[in-house]
T-cell receptor
Framework: NAGVTQTPKFRVLKTGQSMTLLCAQDMNHEYMYWYRQDPGMGLRLIHYSVGEGTTAKGEVPDGYNVSRLKKQNFLLGLESAAPSQTSVYFC?????????????FGDGTRLSIL | GQNIDQPTEMTATEGAIVQINCTYQTSGFNGLFWYQQHAGEAPTFLSYNVLDGLEEKGRFSSFLSRSKGYSYLLLKELQMKDSASYLCAVIDSNYQLIWGAGTKLIIKP
């Protein structure tokens, strides 16, 4: 059981380039999340989804877009990368069986913008 | 605003006991999570508290006082593998998770 898988694990971009981060989960979870984690700060929610075909903005959505075309996949896009987006990005998912189910995290994508 | 406070870093000795505190001020409360995160890895779930009191799970225990906006994670019989960051997160009234910045725990032999 793979759980939550993120690709790629590492990436270096130049300012202005675009890219898509992929998150895939095989636990049939309804809820999926994208976070960024920066030194000295807590996890900050970028966007989330409560089911296939739905997306919603989190705390820091500017500069990012997301799509949830399939239940198992949640994509995070950077249309024009900026150095401020250098961070570690985590995807998480949880079931809706109970409102307070813990989130399960992927191993992260380390993204550097030069 | 919503705020979660944890110490930035703590140091403890192998075999000892350490208590990591978390205080929170959030709009509503629907529970509190503790996660463990080893360097360069994903956070992993440790415990969940929604009622006041102590929840024990092996060497780890978590305590909650809702009236004080306070929780702690207690780690007993510390092992070197317990060196990690410990993240406190609160579920607010909108059922969103508010995360603390985490406490880096360093275990010395």
């Amino acid at each position: 059981n793979a759980g939550v898988t993120q690709t790629p694990k590492f990436r270096v971009l130049k300012t202005g380039q675009s890219m898509t981060l992929l998150c895939a989960q095989d636990m049939n979870h309804e809820y999926m999340y994208w976070y960024r984690q920066d030194p000295g700060m807590g996890l900050r929610l970028i966007h989330y989804s409560v089911g296939e075909g739905t997306t919603a903005k989190g705390e820091v959505p500017d500069g990012y877009n997301v799509s949830r075309l399939k239940k198992q996949n949640f994509l995070l896009g950077l249309e024009s990368a900026a150095p401020s987006q250098t961070s570690v990005y985590f995807c998480a998912s949880r079931s809706e069986d109970r409102v307070v189910e813990p989130q399960h995290f992927g191993d992260g994508t380390r993204l550097s913008i030069l | 605003g919503q705020n979660i406070d944890q110490p930035t870093e703590m140091t403890a000795t192998e075999g000892a006991i350490v208590q990591i505190n978390c205080t929170y001020q959030t709009s509503g409360f629907n529970g509190l999570f503790w996660y463990q995160q080893h360097a360069g890895e994903a956070p992993t779930f440790l415990s969940y508290n929604v009622l006041d009191g102590l929840e024990e799970k092996g060497r780890f225990s978590s305590f909650l006082s809702r009236s004080k906006g306070y929780s702690y994670l207690l780690l007993k019989e510390l092992q070197m593998k317990d060196s990690a960051s410990y993240l406190c997160a609160v579920i607010d009234s909108n059922y969103q998770l508010i995360w603390g910045a985490g406490t880096k725990l360093i275990i010395k032999p």
